[in-house]
């Protein structure tokens, strides 16, 4: 029994708004990091979902690259996390105002 294709593209958009809906509404900036992951994983399902039905091992050779940027960019996110949060003792996005004039 094969899955068919629409599927995992219904998982993909599923997983994919629940993490754009994350970064949207929620202030907590570890939230934001973790939608920001689901997103990205949402990606990934869809290349490993068309490599299956392409027969092409190409896209799941980009998940792993993908994978490790996405590692690399939790660990800077969560040293720039506990930079903020020494600095103002918050990890409310409300609390920073960094960049604006």
Known sequence: MTVPLSFYLVLS???FLTGVTGVLI???IIT???SVELMLNATNIN???FSEYFHNVA???FVFFALTVAAAEVAIGLAIIIALHRAKSSINV???QLLKW
């Open 13 to 15: 958009g599923v997983v």
């Open 26 to 28: 929620r202030r907590n």
């Open 32 to 34: 934001i990091l973790l």
């Open 47 to 49: 290349f490993v979902a």
């Open 59 to 61: 896209g799941q050779v």
């Open 94 to 96: 409300d609390d920073f």
